[in-house]
Protein backbone atom coordinates (compact mmCIF):
# COMPACT_ATOMS: atom_id res chain seq x y z
CA UNK A 1 0.00 0.00 0.00
CA UNK A 2 1.57 3.41 -1.38
CA UNK A 3 1.69 5.78 1.48
CA UNK A 4 -0.22 8.35 -0.45
CA UNK A 5 -3.60 6.33 -0.54
CA UNK A 6 -4.76 7.30 3.22
CA UNK A 7 -4.03 10.91 2.12
CA UNK A 8 -6.27 10.74 -0.91
CA UNK A 9 -8.77 8.26 0.76
CA UNK A 10 -9.25 11.52 3.31
CA UNK A 11 -9.49 14.31 0.35
CA UNK A 12 -11.85 12.17 -1.49
CA UNK A 13 -14.24 11.13 1.50
CA UNK A 14 -14.58 14.31 3.17
CA UNK A 15 -15.12 16.34 -0.34
CA UNK A 16 -18.05 13.74 -0.76
CA UNK A 17 -19.29 14.67 2.67
CA UNK A 18 -19.81 18.48 1.99
CA UNK A 19 -22.47 17.38 -0.36
CA UNK A 20 -23.46 14.22 1.44
CA UNK A 21 -23.81 14.74 4.92
CA UNK A 22 -26.56 13.07 6.74
CA UNK A 23 -28.61 15.82 9.51
CA UNK A 24 -29.71 14.55 12.34
CA UNK A 25 -30.59 16.31 15.85
CA UNK A 26 -28.08 14.78 17.85
CA UNK A 27 -25.55 15.79 15.37
CA UNK A 28 -26.28 19.95 15.96
CA UNK A 29 -25.64 18.88 19.89
CA UNK A 30 -22.93 19.00 22.46
CA UNK A 31 -25.36 17.89 25.00
CA UNK A 32 -23.25 15.01 26.59
CA UNK A 33 -26.80 13.61 28.05
CA UNK A 34 -28.21 13.85 24.30
CA UNK A 35 -25.09 12.38 22.45
CA UNK A 36 -25.45 9.80 25.02
CA UNK A 37 -28.99 8.91 24.59
CA UNK A 38 -28.66 9.15 20.61
CA UNK A 39 -25.73 6.70 20.96
CA UNK A 40 -27.84 4.36 22.87
CA UNK A 41 -30.34 4.14 20.66
CA UNK A 42 -28.09 3.89 17.56
CA UNK A 43 -26.91 0.45 19.37
CA UNK A 44 -27.95 -2.13 16.55
CA UNK A 45 -30.58 0.27 15.05
CA UNK A 46 -30.11 2.43 12.50
CA UNK A 47 -30.21 6.02 12.38
CA UNK A 48 -33.26 6.52 10.51
CA UNK A 49 -35.15 4.54 13.19
CA UNK A 50 -33.28 6.02 15.98
CA UNK A 51 -34.59 9.19 14.94
CA UNK A 52 -38.11 8.27 15.38
CA UNK A 53 -37.56 7.70 19.24
CA UNK A 54 -35.14 10.11 19.85
CA UNK A 55 -37.06 13.32 19.93
CA UNK A 56 -39.91 11.90 21.84
CA UNK A 57 -36.96 10.20 24.47
CA UNK A 58 -35.51 13.71 25.33
CA UNK A 59 -39.43 15.33 25.18
CA UNK A 60 -40.11 12.73 28.30
CA UNK A 61 -36.76 12.55 30.02
CA UNK A 62 -34.76 15.94 29.41
CA UNK A 63 -32.36 15.51 31.90
CA UNK A 64 -30.75 12.48 33.64
CA UNK A 65 -32.38 12.81 36.68
CA UNK A 66 -35.90 12.90 34.99
CA UNK A 67 -34.27 9.80 33.44
CA UNK A 68 -33.56 8.19 36.89
CA UNK A 69 -36.99 8.85 38.02
CA UNK A 70 -38.83 7.78 34.72
CA UNK A 71 -41.27 4.84 35.18
CA UNK A 72 -39.42 2.03 33.53
CA UNK A 73 -42.32 0.97 31.40
CA UNK A 74 -42.30 4.61 30.06
CA UNK A 75 -38.60 4.16 29.06
CA UNK A 76 -39.98 0.65 27.66
CA UNK A 77 -42.29 1.90 25.94
CA UNK A 78 -40.36 4.55 23.64
CA UNK A 79 -37.06 2.54 23.32
CA UNK A 80 -39.23 -0.75 22.59
CA UNK A 81 -40.68 0.88 19.52
CA UNK A 82 -37.51 0.37 17.76
CA UNK A 83 -36.72 -2.82 18.83
CA UNK A 84 -34.58 -1.70 22.23
CA UNK A 85 -36.72 -3.07 25.09
CA UNK A 86 -33.54 -4.68 26.38
CA UNK A 87 -32.15 -1.69 26.59
CA UNK A 88 -34.34 0.27 28.80
CA UNK A 89 -32.79 -1.32 32.18
CA UNK A 90 -29.46 -0.58 31.18
CA UNK A 91 -30.13 3.41 29.97
CA UNK A 92 -31.85 3.88 33.63
CA UNK A 93 -28.90 2.30 35.31
CA UNK A 94 -26.36 4.38 33.15
CA UNK A 95 -28.18 7.51 34.30
CA UNK A 96 -28.61 6.26 38.07
CA UNK A 97 -24.73 5.69 38.27
CA UNK A 98 -23.93 8.98 36.77
CA UNK A 99 -25.77 10.63 39.13
CA UNK A 100 -24.37 8.84 41.86
CA UNK A 101 -21.07 8.21 40.90
CA UNK A 102 -20.22 11.92 38.61
CA UNK A 103 -22.56 14.28 40.31
CA UNK A 104 -25.18 14.11 37.53
CA UNK A 105 -22.28 14.75 34.82
CA UNK A 106 -21.80 12.78 31.65
CA UNK A 107 -18.28 12.02 32.59
CA UNK A 108 -15.06 13.29 30.52
CA UNK A 109 -12.63 10.15 30.56
CA UNK A 110 -12.87 7.07 28.51
CA UNK A 111 -12.17 4.83 31.70
CA UNK A 112 -14.96 6.42 33.45
CA UNK A 113 -17.13 6.53 30.86
CA UNK A 114 -16.62 2.66 30.20
CA UNK A 115 -17.56 2.37 34.31
CA UNK A 116 -21.42 3.05 33.17
CA UNK A 117 -23.77 0.36 32.68
CA UNK A 118 -24.59 -0.58 28.72
CA UNK A 119 -21.28 1.51 27.98
CA UNK A 120 -18.48 -0.03 25.93
CA UNK A 121 -15.64 1.17 23.98
CA UNK A 122 -17.80 2.25 20.73
CA UNK A 123 -20.52 4.61 23.49
CA UNK A 124 -17.55 5.98 25.19
CA UNK A 125 -15.79 7.22 22.21
CA UNK A 126 -18.89 8.19 20.62
CA UNK A 127 -19.58 10.92 23.59
CA UNK A 128 -16.11 11.80 23.79
CA UNK A 129 -15.81 12.65 20.15
CA UNK A 130 -19.47 14.34 19.31
CA UNK A 131 -19.84 15.68 23.21
CA UNK A 132 -16.55 17.05 24.34
CA UNK A 133 -14.45 17.45 20.52
CA UNK A 134 -11.94 14.74 21.74
CA UNK A 135 -9.65 13.02 18.83
CA UNK A 136 -11.65 10.02 19.32
CA UNK A 137 -11.98 7.16 16.58
CA UNK A 138 -15.49 5.02 17.73
CA UNK A 139 -15.11 1.82 15.72
CA UNK A 140 -18.26 -0.48 14.70
CA UNK A 141 -18.95 -2.70 11.95
CA UNK A 142 -19.63 0.13 9.43
CA UNK A 143 -16.73 1.46 9.98
CA UNK A 144 -14.56 -1.65 10.02
CA UNK A 145 -16.55 -2.54 7.07
CA UNK A 146 -15.33 0.60 5.38
CA UNK A 147 -11.18 -0.04 6.34
CA UNK A 148 -10.78 -3.65 5.58
CA UNK A 149 -12.56 -3.35 2.33
CA UNK A 150 -10.51 0.10 1.12
CA UNK A 151 -7.31 -0.73 2.73
CA UNK A 152 -7.77 -4.50 3.20
CA UNK A 153 -7.69 -4.99 6.72
CA UNK A 154 -7.83 -8.39 8.00
CA UNK A 155 -8.70 -9.27 11.60
CA UNK A 156 -7.98 -12.85 12.83
CA UNK A 157 -10.64 -12.31 15.52
CA UNK A 158 -14.54 -14.12 14.82
CA UNK A 159 -15.88 -10.90 15.85
CA UNK A 160 -13.67 -8.26 14.30
CA UNK A 161 -15.27 -5.82 16.60
CA UNK A 162 -13.64 -7.01 19.71
CA UNK A 163 -10.33 -6.84 17.72
CA UNK A 164 -7.96 -4.04 20.07
CA UNK A 165 -5.41 -4.98 16.77
CA UNK A 166 -7.50 -3.64 14.18
CA UNK A 167 -9.20 -1.15 16.00
CA UNK A 168 -5.82 0.35 16.40
CA UNK A 169 -4.55 -0.22 12.69
CA UNK A 170 -7.86 1.81 11.78
CA UNK A 171 -7.03 4.51 14.08
CA UNK A 172 -3.31 4.89 13.03
CA UNK A 173 -5.32 5.71 9.20
CA UNK A 174 -6.85 8.63 10.11
CA UNK A 175 -5.90 12.09 9.90
CA UNK A 176 -3.90 13.68 13.07
CA UNK A 177 -5.47 15.76 14.50
CA UNK A 178 -8.86 13.60 14.37
CA UNK A 179 -12.49 15.37 14.45
CA UNK A 180 -15.76 14.27 14.15
CA UNK A 181 -15.77 15.74 10.70
CA UNK A 182 -13.44 12.66 9.77
CA UNK A 183 -15.96 10.42 12.03
CA UNK A 184 -18.73 11.50 10.68
CA UNK A 185 -17.78 11.37 6.89
CA UNK A 186 -16.83 7.58 7.89
CA UNK A 187 -20.29 6.75 9.12
CA UNK A 188 -22.47 8.35 6.71
CA UNK A 189 -20.10 7.40 3.65
CA UNK A 190 -20.34 3.44 4.85
CA UNK A 191 -24.08 3.59 5.57
CA UNK A 192 -25.34 5.41 2.24
CA UNK A 193 -22.28 3.94 -0.10
CA UNK A 194 -20.09 0.78 1.34
CA UNK A 195 -23.06 -0.69 2.23
CA UNK A 196 -22.64 -4.33 3.81
CA UNK A 197 -25.00 -5.83 0.94
CA UNK A 198 -24.30 -4.63 -2.39
CA UNK A 199 -22.12 -1.26 -1.88
CA UNK A 200 -22.23 1.52 -4.48
CA UNK A 201 -18.92 0.80 -6.19
CA UNK A 202 -19.72 2.63 -9.41
CA UNK A 203 -20.79 5.89 -6.64
CA UNK A 204 -17.50 5.57 -4.73
CA UNK A 205 -14.93 8.29 -5.16
CA UNK A 206 -12.18 6.17 -4.77
CA UNK A 207 -13.14 3.00 -6.02
CA UNK A 208 -10.05 2.75 -8.08
CA UNK A 209 -7.58 2.79 -4.68
CA UNK A 210 -9.74 0.22 -3.30
CA UNK A 211 -8.54 -3.28 -2.47
CA UNK A 212 -11.87 -4.82 -2.67
CA UNK A 213 -12.88 -3.43 -5.83
CA UNK A 214 -8.74 -4.64 -6.87
CA UNK A 215 -9.63 -8.67 -5.46
CA UNK A 216 -13.44 -8.28 -7.40
CA UNK A 217 -12.09 -7.23 -11.00
CA UNK A 218 -8.73 -9.95 -10.03
CA UNK A 219 -11.76 -12.67 -9.91
CA UNK A 220 -13.76 -11.70 -12.81
CA UNK A 221 -10.80 -11.80 -15.03
S1 LIG B 1 -15.05 0.78 -4.03
FE1 LIG B 1 -16.85 -0.20 -3.13
S2 LIG B 1 -16.02 -1.55 -1.52
FE2 LIG B 1 -14.41 -0.07 -2.04
S3 LIG B 1 -14.65 1.60 -0.57
FE3 LIG B 1 -15.79 2.17 -2.43
S4 LIG B 1 -17.88 1.45 -2.05
FE4 LIG B 1 -16.55 0.42 -0.55
New binding site residues.
Partial sequence: MQTCIPGLFWTRLLNWHINNERLYPWRSTKNPYHVLIAEFLLQQTNAELALTAYTEFLRLFPSILSLVHADPVDVENIIGRIGLTYRAQRLKQCAEAIVTTFDGQVPRSRNNLLTLPGVGPYIADAVLCYAFDEPTVPIDTNVI??FS??FGLKSNKSRPRTDKVLAENIAFLYPNPISRRENLAVLD??SL???AKN???D?????C?????AI?TCHNN
Fill in positions: RLRFFAICKPHCLCPFSLCAFTK
